[in-house]
C-alpha cells in the first residue's frame, strides 16, 4: 500500500508553539527598550510609547503580522504563529510600552538625581529633608548640604572622558525602588485579571483599542496570509490617504518653499476678537484633527463620544461666561470638579460591580472547584499581597500606617479609574501636573500631618500621575482581553508572565536609560539639556513642594473658592450622570467626560472625537448596522495611518541623525 503525505503538517506542540511566541514577545520588548528612550530623550524625536495606542508596540506587531508571519503563512505555515500566539506577543509588548517613557523612566532616575543636587545647595531644603529620616539607598548619592553627589551629577551633565558609568551606585535605588513598585504592579495586574470578566462579559464595555488590537492578529482566512482587516480596500485607501497626508507636512518642514501641505489646523481667533467671545479658551479658537482619535471615537458609544466633545464646549462657556461677567476666574476650579469625578467615578464602578466583587471576595475566603473561581482566588490574594506588600514599604520610609491605607486606596482607584476611562474611550488621561495628591495632602489638617507622611504622599502622586500616565492595570486588561476564548487559567498565566516583562523592563530599560544619560548631555540638536528637564525637577513639584510647606508650618487655603465644595459638586455631578445613564439610555451625558474637563490632552482631541461621532451617527442612521460593520475597516486605516506616519518620520530622524545631519521633529500625536 503507498501511503500518501498529508498536505496538512502536524501542528507543533503547544508549549513549543507558547515558548516561541514567548522569545518573539521578549523581542519586541528588547526593541522597545532600547529604541524608545534613544528616541524620546536622546533624539528628542515624538514619543513612541507613551500613549495607550503604543504606536512602538502597535507598529512592532505591524511588522510581524505583515512582514514575517505572512512570509510564514505562504511559504512555511507549520511555523506561523496562530491569532492566540499572536495575542501572546501583542500583550507583552504592550506591557513592555508602560517603563520606558513617560509610565515611569522618563521620570524617576533623573528625579532621583535632581533632588540629591539640589539637596546639596539648599540649606533649608536639606533641613526639611533631615526630618524624614530618608534610607540612603533611595538615592544614588547620599543626600545632605554640601555632600558630594558625583553620580548625580554624571547623570544629568555627561561622563567626563575616562569615566565609567556608575553602576553600583544604582543598585540601592533599583532595590529599594522595586521594593515599591513590584508591589504596586502586582496588584494592579491582579486588579486587572479581576475586572476584565466583569466589564467585557457582564458590562459588555466597547474597549475601543482593543477592537482594534484583536483586528490585527485575526486568523487569516483559507488559502490567505494576511488577516481579513489587511484585505479590505478601503482599509488601505484611508490608511494611505493619511499617511499621506502626514507625507506633505513632514516633508514641509524640510522643504518649505518647495512642498505644498494639506493644513490639519487651523486658527479662528480673528473670529471671536469681540466679547466675550475673545473670552473663550484657545481650545476652541485654534485646534487640528488626529485621525487616530477620528477612528478611535467611531468604536465609542456615542453617548461617550457625544460626552467628550460636549463637555469641552460647555465647560469653554463656563470659562468665558466666569471671566467675561464674574471675574475673577481660576481654572482650579475645574481641577477640583475633576478630582471630585476621580473619586465618584471609581467608586460608581465598585457599586456596579458589587455583585462580581462580592463573588471573588467569597473565592479568596472559600476557594472553589471550577477554573474561574481558583482564577479569582489566586487574582484575590495577589492583589491583597501586593498591597499588603505596598504598605510594608510605606511604613520602611516612616510613613504614618494610616496614611498608608489612604495612599493605597488612593492608587487603587485611580487604577480603576483610568482603566474605566480606556475602556469606554480609548483615549489616554494624562494628569501632567500631578495635581491630584498634592493637592488633596494640602487640604489634610494640619495636626495629621507628618513630614514623611506629605513627602511620600507626595511622591505618590508623582508616581499615580506623571509615573502611571501608563496605567499597568489597563494595559494588563488590554492584554488579557487580546485572546476571546483563553480559559481562566490562561488569564492567570499570561498575567504572570506580564509581572515578569515588568520586572525585566525595570532592569533592562534603566540600564539603557542610564547608559544614554550618562553618555549624552543634551539631545543631539541641541534643544534640551540635561535630556530630560522636565523630569531633573519631578520631585520638586511633588514630595518637595509638600516637604517644605510641613517643615514651615504652612497651611494652604484657596483664596479664590471654596475645594471642598467644587470637589463634592464634580462628585455630585458624576454621580448623576451615572445614575441616569442607568436608568435611561437615552441621557446623552456620561460621567467618564467629566474626567477629561480642563485636560490639555482633551483639549487637542475633542474635534477629532467629535468628528468620529459625527461619522458613526451618520452611518448608522442612514446606512444601518450594516453599513457600520463594512465602515469598520477604513476608520481603522484612519488610525494605522498615523501609525505608519509615525514609524516613518521616526526612523527618517534617526537615520540622519546617525548620518550627522540636521534633522525636525515630526509632531503627529499630541503626546
Known sequence: MVRVRSLHPKPEPRVKRTLTAILVGLVGGVFIWTVAPYNNLILGNAYISDDFLAPAAMFFMLVLVLGVNAFLHWRLPRFSLDSRQLALVFGMVLVASIVPGQGLLR???????????????????????????????????????????????ALLSQLAPGERIPWHAWLGPLFSWAGFLLPWWLMMVALAVIVLPQWRDRERLPFPLLRVQQALIETPEAGTALPPLFRRRSFWVAAGLV???????????????GVPAIPLSWDLSRCFAEEPLVYLPGFIKFNRVHFVFVGIAFFMRKRVGFSIWAFQVLYALYIMIKLAYFPPFSYQVIADQRIGAFFAIPLGVLWLGRAHFRGVFHCVLRGGRDESARRYRLAGLAFGAGCAGMFAWFLWVHVHPLWAAGLIALSVLYALAVTRVVAET????????????????????????????????????????????????????????????????????????????????????????????????????????????????????????????????????????????????????????????????????????????????????????FLGWLAKVLILRYGGARLYRRAQATFIGLILGEVFAMAFWTSTTAFLAACGRPYQVVEILPF
Not at 243 to 257: E, M, R, S, T, V
Request: glycine share 8%; hydrophobic share 45%.
Open 107 to 153: 521620570d524617576l532616575p533623573y528625579s532621583l538625581a535632581g533632588s540629591a543636587v539640589r539637596v546639596r545647595g539648599d540649606r533649608r531644603l536639606a533641613d526639611a529633608y533631615r526630618l524624614l529620616r530618608l534610607r540612603p539607598t533611595l538615592f544614588p548619592d547620599p543626600v545632605g548640604y554640601g555632600r558630594s553627589t558625583p553620580a548625580s551629577d
Open 243 to 257: 499617511f499621506f497626508l502626514h507625507l506633505l507636512a513632514g516633508a514641509k518642514q524640510y522643504f518649505p518653499a
Open 426 to 609: 480609548g483615549l489616554t488621561l494624562i494628569a501632567p501636573d500631578n495635581y491630584y495628591v498634592v493637592h488633596l495632602a494640602r487640604l489634610i489638617p494640619k495636626p495629621l500631618r507628618t513630614a514623611a507622611s506629605m513627602y511620600f504622599a507626595g511622591i505618590i502622586g508623582f508616581f499615580i500621575c506623571s509615573g502611571n500616565r501608563l496605567c499597568t492595570t489597563t494595559f494588563v486588561t488590554h492584554a488579557l482581553g487580546l485572546d476571546r476564548t483563553a480559559p481562566p487559567r490562561r488569564h492567570v498565566r499570561v498575567a504572570a508572565l506580564l509581572l515578569a516583562v515588568l520586572a525585566v523592563s525595570l532592569v533592562v530599560c534603566g540600564a539603557v536609560h542610564l547608559y544614554g544619560s550618562y553618555h549624552h548631555s543634551a539631545t543631539l540638536d541641541g534643544r534640551e539639556s540635561p535630556i530630560s528637564p522636565w523630569a531633573v525637577s519631578g520631585f520638586t513639584r511633588t514630595g518637595e513642594r509638600l516637604l517644605r510647606d510641613t517643615a514651615a508650618g504652612y497651611v494652604y487655603r484657596a483664596a479664590t473658592h471654596s475645594d471642598w465644595r467644587h470637589i463634592a459638586f464634580g462628585a455630585g455631578l458624576a454621580a448623576v450622570c451615572q445614575i441616569l445613564c442607568q436608568i435611561s439610555p437615552r441621557w446623552p451625558l456620561h460621567p467618564v467626560a467629566l474626567l477629561f474637563a480642563g485636560n490639555w490632552y482633551a483639549h487637542r482631541v475633542w474635534v477629532s472625537v
